[in-house]
């Protein structure tokens, strides 16, 4: 059983781009939830989508937004990069059902 | 305002020897929490998960231990290996029937086992 694969793996970019960051769930779950990683702060809460629907939101600014397709594979977008975006975005799914996330290996973004 | 307060930062023990990493919650609605075991470069991996209708619970050399009184819950890894050192993160969220809420985690510990 395939598990939750993020890509790209790794990713430079410039203060002010914008960047679009992909995961794909487990096969069967509906849930996928991103979280960001840095040394500072640990793993935050982003945003959760489930059957396309945004069901909870963290506390991150606008410019952080993300959808869910039909095929339960999500992307979040990151408009008007800054230098403290640098993080691992990761992204987990669950069957909407259970307790338990199962975690990609994540997207490590550098803003330069 | 931190929901899951975690310690160590950092832990260095003897290879066979007991790791301890302790949480603390503040919220008394979560009635889920997760240990997750991160290598670098790698997502975090569920290790073991305990609900608060039991005080302990174990899987092979790792054990969860809570008090739901006290609003803590530890992680004991016993005979600790090399090949567990990682970073290691306490987690907790509560089941709804729309959906879990999110994972709040704590900060996490540098688990080192040396030889």
């Known amino acids: 059983k395939a598990g939750v694969t993020q890509t790209p793996r790794y990713l430079i970019k410039t203060r002010g781009q914008q960047v679009t960051l992909s995961c794909s769930p487990i096969s069967g779950h509906r849930s996928v939830s991103w979280y960001q990683q840095t040394p500072g702060q640990g793993l935050q809460f982003l945003f959760e989508?489930?059957?396309?629907?945004?069901?909870n939101k963290g506390n991150f600014p606008g410019r952080f937004s993300g959808r869910q397709f039909s095929n339960s594979r999500s992307e979040m977008n990151v408009s008007t990069l800054e230098l403290g975006d640098s993080a691992l975005y990761l992204c987990?799914?669950?069957?909407?059902?259970?307790?338990?996330?199962?975690f990609g290996s994540g997207t490590r973004l550098t803003v330069v | 305002q931190q929901q899951v307060k975690q310690s160590p930062q950092s832990l260095i023990v003897q290879k066979g020897g007991i790791s301890i990493i302790n949480c603390a919650y503040e919220?008394?609605?979560?009635?889920?929490f997760p240990w997750y075991q991160q290598f670098p470069g790698k997502g975090p991996a569920l290790l073991i998960a305990?609900?608060?209708?039991?005080s302990e619970k174990k899987e092979g050399r790792f054990t969860i231990s809570f008090n739901k009184s006290a609003k803590q819950f530890s992680l004991h890894i016993m005979d600790s290996q090399p090949g567990d050192s990682a970073t290691y993160f306490c987690?907790?969220?509560?089941?709804?029937?729309?959906?879990?809420?999110?994972?709040?985690f704590g900060k996490g510990t540098r688990l080192s086992v040396i030889a």
């Open positions: 989508y489930f059957s396309e629907t945004q069901r």
């Open positions: 987690a907790a969220s509560k089941f709804r029937n729309s959906g879990n809420t999110p994972l709040v």
């Open positions: 305990i609900r608060p209708d039991v």
């Open positions: 919220n008394t609605a979560f009635d889920y």
């Open positions: 987990a799914s669950n069957n909407g059902q259970s307790y338990g996330y199962t």
